[in-house]
């Protein structure tokens, strides 16, 4: 199976534990090993029902990887049979049900798979939409093979609490008969060489009525209980323990902009981007904006910096024709081979054209800037207008009537940096990725967009 990334002895033997935390397991029992890889779940079974003096349940791992069934088989391993087939095929859901299932299931993105299995995936799970990746699928085949009473225990990247793609797979995990006992979030690197934040989850089914409380268990090991929303939303706030309750006032940083979008990128920084002292005579100055990088927002504090883009687009958006580059042309030619050999340029887009049309009349007005990664979500005004941001920087363009100060002063405050901290989705070393389809859900207080709607 493609996105295979091998469990730590250790690792497993945690999540089996937590498997069997609630029932010991009989050799009445089914256990399913959903892309076994070379066998660390099975192995860790029967460690752990020896050392706790537990029957063996009978098992079964499913793998699509040739070699690493060979090595599973190698373990000598009692309980179980190995079998090559691809767990999210059709015709696994002909096989018995479980009491029991535990892996780690494979970490691909949409852009590893075929178009066949887009298709494919698609047309028969329900949480194979967006960008899905392929743990969520595998969430949903298992759900489909437990018994009415059965466990699930899954060590995922954590990011299937928040991201919207995750919506199908949230609302499954926690509608009719099932619920999340608990989720554990393990440390960053738990995978040797692999920042992937990983977390383990652990499902049930159940029959008749159940508590639906979630123990929740963070990396700094604070520990809580909550209930989960069952309507798909993010668990972003209550998975962190984040009584974000008071901030919901109906009115979104989404409502009082006009455009939240990442900056620009060009495909080739290093001929565009230059310092403003570097720009060759030959370029003319109406092809000249002044820019900046995510690092430089915090370098420089602000939007201002000695960079400039070469950007030959007018002010219209438009790309500007050769005849009116004149000796700007002639210094492009100059990297003629190096900007041909970008994919946009292989999709058909001009030689010199930059890898997306810049939006020159939304960006070259007063808008608010910030990093695209960052571990303190910091807020500044561009109020000359004129800077034409780099794709490390994000940007909004507030709406007119909304009070451009206040709101600067609303993001960067206390409270609204809980709301982001508690929804936005973790990067490596403590940082947090500011993106545009989760701040515009940001809540804001609701008289500036009544404010906007008294201009109209």
Not at 127 to 155: H, K
Not at 252 to 270: M, N, Q
Request: glycine share 6%; charged share 30%.
């Amino acid at each position: 199976m493609k996105g295979h990334v091998p469990t730590p002895p250790d690792l497993a033997e945690k999540m089996v534990r937590r498997l069997f935390q609630e029932t010991d397991p009989a050799s009445s029992d089914r256990i399913l090993y959903p892309g076994c890889g070379t066998g660390p779940f099975a192995a860790a079974v029967e460690s752990v029902c020896d050392a706790e003096g537990w029957e063996y349940p009978k098992g079964l791992g499913i793998e699509i990887n040739p070699e690493h069934l060979e090595e599973a088989r190698t373990r000598d391993l009692q309980h179980v049979e190995f079998r090559e087939q691809d767990f999210l095929a059709t015709d696994m859901l002909d096989a018995d049900r479980f009491q029991y299932i535990v892996g780690n299931p494979p970490y691909v993105p949409i852009e590893g798979l075929s178009e066949a299995e887009k298709t494919r995936y698609k047309s028969k799970f329900d949480t194979a939409v967006g960008r899905f990746d392929l743990y969520l699928l595998f969430f949903e085949q298992a759900l489909e093979l437990l018994t009415p009473d059965g466990i699930l225990t899954f060590i995922t990247p954590e990011k299937f609490e928040y991201v919207d793609t995750a919506e199908p797979l949230r609302r499954l995990l926690t509608t009719d008969d099932v619920y999340v006992k608990s989720v554990d979030h393990i440390d960053e690197d738990a995978f040797t060489g692999l920042v992937t934040f990983p977390c383990i989850t652990t499902v049930r089914r159940y029959e008749g009525d159940a508590d639906n409380k979630t123990r929740v268990t963070l990396r700094d090991w604070r520990d809580h209980t909550t209930t989960l929303p069952t309507n798909g939303r993010s668990w972003a706030s209550q998975i962190r323990d984040a009584d974000l309750d008071d901030l919901e006032t109906g009115a979104t940083f989404g409502d009082v902009t006009e455009r939240i979008s990442p900056g620009l990128a060009t495909g080739a920084d290093k001929v565009f981007v230059m310092d403003a002292d570097d720009v060759p005579d030959a370029v003319g100055d109406k092809w000249v904006r002044p820019t900046v990088s995510g690092s430089q927002l915090r370098e420089y504090d602000g939007p201002y910096t000695d960079s400039v883009f070469v950007c030959p687009y007018k002010d219209n958006e438009e790309l500007a024709d050769k005849a009116e580059l004149d000796t700007t042309l002639d210094w492009l030619k100059q990297h003629r081979e190096r900007l041909e050999d970008r994919s946009c340029v292989a999709k058909g887009k001009k030689w010199y054209a930059w890898h997306e049309n810049p939006p020159l009349d939304d960006i070259l007005q007063e808008k608010i800037v910030w990093r695209d990664i960052d571990k303190q979500p910091t807020f500044w005004l561009e109020d000359r207008g004129d800077v034409v941001p780099k794709h490390s920087v994000y940007y909004a363009v507030p709406k007119n009537g909304v009070p451009v100060s206040e709101l600067i002063e609303y993001l960067n405050s206390p409270k609204a940096r809980m709301w982001m901290e508690a929804h936005c989705q973790k990067a490596h070393n403590g940082y947090y990725r500011l993106q545009s389809r989760v701040l515009g859900k940001l809540p804001v207080p609701k008289e500036w967009a009544d404010s906007f709607q008294a201009t109209l």
